[in-house]
């Protein structure tokens, strides 16, 4: 039985595991799968006419000769969150003023062209919302709006989110690029941007969210295991010393047990040395005379030095699986079995004892008992009636005993 409940416990805790882990990770695969990001990149093409030194101008001055075209084209922009994947293209410009250059305030003017021409607003990160300053852009009728990410003094970009503001192309760009075209704004020239879609990027991760959720299921995943795996153990203790206390009193039961037990010694002329009859059935062996041999309950006999360890082990017969403990009355678990029938003997088929004096009273041959049919009982006597006044082999010898009160 408890072995049985050991087993149900170890099967259960394994299944736990593993469904637990199943689960988790087909939690973990679908978290991750959810959170992905889709985002696209965005080729930035800027024109800008610098005017050329003047050759003639001295080291104290100089003049315009002429200007020289550049144009520049990168795949530096990321569309925001919300925007539309499409081109634009006009002049880039800033808020008129210096301090309004954040584009944080509804009220920021931008410096936008005249004559109704496309134009760019370029604003740089910081102090409010993408969304507000996308929004504040979009409201006086800029084509796109063109963040770039200050303060970072890197080329990393990310991917705006401006939920509310989602009919005007917006992109990000790196700081250096940004101060790039804010240094050329700032010399006035006239710089031109053409913003056309680039690469689109499929990104995997998984959320704060999920990594959360995962960390907390496989905590609790660990938590079951362990407390099965403790549970399992204090049950196999448990198991262990219930079973060493009912070996060591079964054992002292069988000691018990084997010092009851009837002890006879072989001798010359027995039945038990005659070539047909049965040998020793543990060893294996015939009898022969002065061998110490111990008859059970069962009336099986054996060599007493081979059945002892067997019965210390077993508790039964050899042969017919008889439990001697059953068989003698002996309870298994209690504290003193040295209590047992007063019948004991007659129990074994051993000779009937006298209640007063204690002596037997037949004589027995030590080969085995039988009685002789014409014995019958008067009162307190048993007399023997037409039998052979010499005993026959095999035969026992009844004694007349007369009790008196």
Known sequence: MAMSLIQACRSLALST????????????????????????????????????????????????????????KTECGRYGEHSPKQDARGEVVMASSAHDRLACDPNTKFAAPTHGKNWIALIPKGNCTYRDKIRNAFLQNASAVVIFNAGSNTNETITMPHAGVEDIVAIMIPEPKGKEIVSLLERNVTVTMYITIGTRNLQKYVSRTSVVFVSISFIVLMIISLAWLVFYYIQRFRYANARDRNQRRLGDAAKKAISKLQVRTIKKGDKET????????????????????RILPCRHLFHKSCVDPWLLDHRTCPMCKMNILKALGIPPNADCMDDLPTDF???????????????????????????????????ALQVVQDADPTPQEGEAIFTTNSFSP
Not at 274 to 293: M, S
Not at 346 to 364: E, F, K, R, W, Y
């Open 274 to 293: 005659e070539p047909d009859f049965d040998n020793c059935a543990v060893c294996i062996e015939g009898y022969k005379p002065n061998d110490v041999v």
């Open 17 to 72: 595991w593993l469904l637990s882990f199943c689960f988790v990770h087909l939690l973990c695969l679908d978290f991750t799968v959810a959170e992905k990001e889709e985002w696209y990149t965005a080729f930035v093409n800027i024109t800008y006419a610098e005017p050329a030194p003047d050759p003639g101008a001295g080291a104290a001055g100089g003049g315009g000769g002429g200007a020289e075209l550049h144009t520049e």
């Open 345 to 379: 003997e007659g129990s074994l088929g051993g000779p009937p004892t006298n209640q007063i004096t204690g002596a037997s009273d037949t004589t027995v041959n030590e080969s085995s008992v039988t009685l002789d049919p014409a014995v019958r009982t008067v009162g």
